[in-house]
């Protein structure tokens, strides 16, 4: 694929600039290409009808629309959809679209979630999870990012109105490209999402949440925390080593304060290794300290990665414990498990085919 800046990281003064720099003043061509892009979805500058066909064939020569492209689709029974997206270097990313029954938040309005990546891989190496398994190979730039939602829009036909940010890669380790593109999101002249539509997942990366917290972007956080003391923690999110549960509680307490919105603490249930009944016992402690909910997933097993899914009656046992200390809890089972829907999946059994 050529490789050309999109316009999907443009804010309307950058647009501005762009049409200037092409010979186009005129204020409500501006406008007209922001309608364009955001609004009516357009893929290339040629369907652009309302503006001058010269314009539109130097924008095709200078800029892209869609900078990443769909080269695998998978289709899970129960709706959920998995799309591998090709980059322009040639990098994969894995992008979901969850039906609207299946919705991360609960809420019944909304129609379209979709769960984007923020990095080629990631470098935090959780024991769980297949995005880690190779390291971070590049972390995704604002059209990337945004270029996500463009696609699973032109895919769904229909307006994500709901996003969350626990597809490949650690968001708070690309602050950079993750807050000018969450500006974007939000912003009602370009994509329009609700903030509180908006959830952002993190391993704990503590000076992340610090300066995200510091950026008041009213949107939703979510923490995988799969261990509820430091040394099952550090078994399984090295992570854990350089930021401990003390420094990453004292955060989260932080941003409590800042916050309207429930923290979500993550738990993935792990065969052995954290779904043992006294680990639920201290989840439910730090649950109420910091008045979060908890949402249980028990573990997709990856390949090469020996951990194993609890028997559902270990699930279900870790639940009841829970919901004994009246913390709010569900249990998630991961969308899509037959179509590698977890993290990092389908991507690195893509790489291993090639
Ligand atoms: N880096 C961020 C966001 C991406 S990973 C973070 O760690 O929060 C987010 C989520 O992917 C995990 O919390 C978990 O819910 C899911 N996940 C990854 N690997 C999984 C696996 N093997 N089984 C079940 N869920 C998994
Ligand atoms: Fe990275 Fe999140 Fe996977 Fe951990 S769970 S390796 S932080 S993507």
């Known amino acids: 694929m050529e490789q050309l800046p999109t316009l999907l ?8 600039a762009i049409l200037a720099e092409a010979g186009e003043t005129k204020s409500y061509r501006v406008t007209q290409l922001a309608e364009w892009i955001w609004k009516k979805g357009a893929t290339n500058f040629e369907q652009m009808s309302n503006l001058p066909p010269t314009l539109r064939r130097t924008l095709t020569e200078r800029y892209t629309l869609r900078p990443l492209a769909v ?32 919705g991360e938040n609960g809420s019944q309005s909304q129609r379209l979630t979709l769960c984007i990546s923020s990095q080629v891989g990631c470098s935090f190496g959780c024991k769980f999870c297949a995005s880690g398994l190779h390291g971070l190979k590049r972390s995704l ?4 990012i945004i270029g996500q939602i463009a696609v699973a829009q032109d895919e769904a036909d229909d307006r994500v109105d709901n996003l969350v940010f626990m597809g490949m890669g650690e968001p708070l380790d690309n602050l950079e490209n993750l807050l000018p593109a969450l500006r974007l999101i939000i912003d009602p002249h370009a994509l329009g999402i ?34 509820a003391t430091d ?62 909910k908890i949402n249980l997933i028990p573990c997709n097993p990856v390949p090469n990665l020996d951990w ?15 919901l004994a200390h009246h913390v709010p809890v569900t249990m998630r089972y991961e969308k899509g498990a037959d179509i590698d829907a977890a993290c990092g999946q389908l991507r690195r059994r893509t790489i291993e085919r090639q």
């Not at 990281?9 to 501005?16: D, F, G, S």
């Not at 270097?89 to 679209?97: F, H, R």
């Open 9 to 16: 990281a443009c804010t309307q003064e950058q647009l501005a």
């Open 71 to 102: 080269t695998e689709r998978r289709v899970s029974v129960g709706g959920t959809r998995k799309l591998l997206c090709r980059l322009q270097d040639g990098e994969l990313v894995e992008t979901v679209i969850i039906p609207a029954a299946l």
């Open 141 to 144: 730039s604002v059209g990337e």
């Open 194 to 227: 609700s903030p509180r539509h908006i959830t952002i997942s993190t391993s704990g990366n503590v000076p992340g949440l610090k300066k995200l917290a510091q950026c008041g972007l009213p949107v939703r956080l979510a923490v995988s925390l799969h261990g």
């Open 231 to 292: 040394e099952v923690r550090s078994r399984i999110m090295p992570v854990n080593r350089k930021w401990p549960l003390s420094e990453l509680l004292s955060a989260l307490e932080e941003w409590r304060a800042g916050s309207k919105h429930m923290i979500t603490l993550e738990y993935i249930l792990i065969a052995g290794v954290n779904d043992m009944l006294p680990q639920a016992d201290l989840l439910a402690d730090i649950a109420r300290r910091l008045r979060a």
């Open 308 to 322: 194993q899914r609890p028997a559902e009656s270990v699930c279900r046992a870790f639940c009841r414990s829970l």
